[in-house]
């Protein structure tokens, strides 16, 4: 009966909904893919391992798994950095600095790819403030310059 119960497509849906999405924890693996298209099997994999990526996130020592090096923009500090939300943490938006002369950059780049990959990227010698919305199906990012005007940067 047990062994029956746990092949139930509606209970890994309930416990990924309880114990992932609704707490916005990340789910690594899927590859763009939505958690309607997995099968059951899937589902319960992808729950096991967000709770081994946010488990080891949060230990006092957590162990490496996976890095790369990317260069937001030669000879600039990145000073922002905004994932896009609704989006299984696909999209990273990194805001660096140059010093000299002073430029500021806006890029946006592609997590799936390994190394990720630049897909936009916009240069600003003023900038007051970036902004990205926490919670939407569109994502849009507002960029306000030292006009003080909101320039729409890109939607997606």
Not at 3 to 11: A, G, K
Request: proline share 6%; with cysteine; glycine share 4%.
């Amino acid at each position: 009966m047990f062994l029956e119960v746990s092949r139930w497509r509606s209970l890994w849906d309930t416990l990924i909904e309880k114990h992932i999405t609704d707490k916005s924890i990340p789910i690594p693996g899927l590859k763009g893919r939505a958690l309607s298209d997995l099968t059951t099997k899937e589902v319960e994999l992808a729950l096991h391992r967000a709770l081994r990526l946010r488990s080891n996130w949060t230990s006092p020592c957590p162990e490496i798994r996976r890095s790369c090096t990317f260069v937001a923009a030669p000879g600039a500090r990145v000073i922002r950095l905004y994932f896009l939300p609704g989006q299984s943490w696909r999209w990273l938006i990194s805001l660096t600095l140059a010093r000299n002369p002073r430029l500021y950059t806006l890029q946006t780049w592609d997590m799936l790819a390994f190394p990720p990959v630049c897909i936009g990227r916009k240069e600003f010698s003023h900038l007051r403030d970036v902004s990205v919305n926490r919670v939407s199906v569109d994502n849009v990012i507002a960029i306000l310059s030292g006009s003080r005007s909101a320039l729409p940067l890109c939607h997606s």
